[in-house]
């Protein structure tokens, strides 16, 4: 991906900054009274690694997270606030890890303490939150009918949407690109992050795991548990609470599975 955005931006404003172990310390209270299961898979620099999850007796089950990167405060402010809201779609199951580099976010820093870059950690896995991640997700074997990263990006100006969907299945990115549009202009033009844009705020990177040799979290998923998988970038350069809206509603949006649509045909 870009080589100046994988710099990150390494420093955050005062109005993005909060208490990481306060956040850590109430999101297994929040999770409960919303019918998750929190869970400790980990610890890092002494705060919890947490992962939520809540059956139900269908069998689609979405994967959520944020955080993998810590000068991006807002992913995992926006999933504080969907358990908080108890708005986490209650008709699929899910899967949810609300603060995957909590030492990072406690610095302000893309990487984690020790300087690792975790999203392109998931193959050689050097950082003791890639493999306990790993491990996890190895363990529970789950299948998931799609996932779904917050991310912010320090250099768009708009938000924007990466996706895999190689089977071509039904899909949200037509109702995740128009929640996004909601909030603001997309990330327009011929390119994004040094890839060529499919479309408005839309970028298909290619899908094959073996093309990569870092990698990140997502082609990491879907080489094993989905099918399907979405990033979300929001601009670092919005206020910090447009951008946790954006992202709420962006995974709102995202588990109205009757509104997913087919594509057209090839
Ligand atoms: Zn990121």
Known sequence: MGSNRDLGRNELREEERY????FLDGIPALAESAGFSPRV?????GHPLLCLTRETDRPEVLYLSAGIHG????????????????????????????????????????????????????????????????????????????SLALHEDWEARGPYLYEHNPDRQPHPC???????GAHGPVEDGPEIDGWPTAGPGLI???SEIELRTEWPEQLFLLSRFTRMSYT???????PFLRRVACAADCVRSFACLHRWESPPAA
């Open 41 to 45: 898979y980990g610890e890092i620099d």
């Open 174 to 180: 037509r109702l995740l690109l128009e929640t996004l």
């Open 232 to 238: 979300l970038e929001t601009p670092s350069a919005l």
């Open 19 to 22: 208490a990481i172990a306060d």
């Open 71 to 146: 000068d991006e405060p807002a992913g995992p402010k926006a999933i504080e606030q969907l358990l908080r809201e108890r708005a986490l779609r209650e008709e699929v199951g899910w899967v949810v890890f609300p603060l995957l580099n909590p030492g990072g976010l406690r610095r302000g820093s893309r990487e984690n303490p020790e300087g690792i870059d975790l999203n392109r950690d998931y193959q050689v896995q050097r950082a003791a939150e890639t493999r306990a991640h790993r491990a996890l997700l190895e363990a529970e074997d789950w299948s998931l009918a799609a």
């Open 204 to 206: 298909h990177p290619p």
